[in-house]
């Protein structure tokens, strides 16, 4: 049992390029979050699914997207990275009846 | 979504009871209390959560006020390894299409010999 596992765990991207991280939880569990965490500062979310193919914005969205074609995969997608999205990204899961969320060990992203 | 204030930093003695406080005087009747840490840059870890009772774990006790406005996580005997970011949030449990799971800033708890 793995749990929550975020790929990759560390890059590097320039300007402009794109990118996809990849979240995947074997619990089975309905929702799915990403969330971003800049320097000395707390977990902001970005996009949120409760179930498979569903999507919702969270508190901020700009510049990325996601999908859930999976129950088990979230996708966050960074179309034309931006340095201002150079981050620390977060990935959780919850279980409708579970009380905790679970979370991934994060993805190092900087864009230079 | 309830939102929640915490003191941005705590110091406690190794040994003490750490008392960290949290308001949440909007929450709504049907919103539970949640309670995570952060040590270094890993991801949340899950400490507790409550309603309007009083709850205890292996690792922390949650102490709610009778009228769910504020709540406090007490660690009682802190240890060096408790030394990190506290997150308090408010969330509805199991609310389909509503659950966001928003953290607020939190409290960073240091310990010290």
């Known amino acids: 049992n793995a749990g929550v596992t975020q790929t990759p765990k560390f890059r590097v991207l320039k300007t402009g390029q794109s990118m996809t991280l990849l979240c995947a939880q074997d619990m089975n569990h309905e929702y799915m979050y990403w969330y971003r965490q800049d320097p000395g500062m707390g977990l902001r979310l970005i996009h949120y699914?409760?179930?498979?193919?569903?999507?919702a914005k969270g508190e901020v969205p700009d510049g990325y997207n996601v999908s859930r074609l999976k129950k088990q995969n979230f996708l966050l997608g960074l179309e034309s990275a931006a340095p201002s999205q150079t981050s620390v990204y977060f990935c959780?899961?919850?279980?409708?009846?579970?009380?905790?969320?679970?979370f991934g060990q994060g993805t190092r992203l900087t864009v230079v | 979504d309830a939102k929640t204030t915490q003191p941005p930093s705590m110091d406690c003695a190794e040994g003490r009871a750490a008392n960290l406080p949290c308001n949440h005087s909007?929450?709504?009747?049907?919103?539970?209390v949640y309670w995570y840490r952060q040590i270094h840059s890993q991801g949340p870890q899950y400490i507790i959560h409550?309603?309007?009772n009083n709850e205890t774990n292996e690792m922390a006790s949650l102490i709610i006020t009778e009228d769910r406005k504020s709540s406090t996580l007490i660690l009682p005997h802190a240890t060096l390894r408790d030394t990190a970011v506290y997150y308090c949030?408010?969330?509805?449990?199991?609310?389909?299409?509503?659950?966001?799971?928003?953290f607020g800033t939190g409290t960073r708890l240091q310990v010290f010999p």
């Open positions: 949030i408010v969330r509805v449990a199991w609310a389909y299409n509503t659950d966001k799971l928003i």
């Open positions: 959780a899961s919850v279980g409708r009846m579970n009380t905790e969320a679970f």
């Open positions: 409550g309603l309007k």
């Open positions: 909007t929450i709504s009747g049907n919103e539970y």
């Open positions: 699914s409760v179930g498979e193919g569903t999507t």
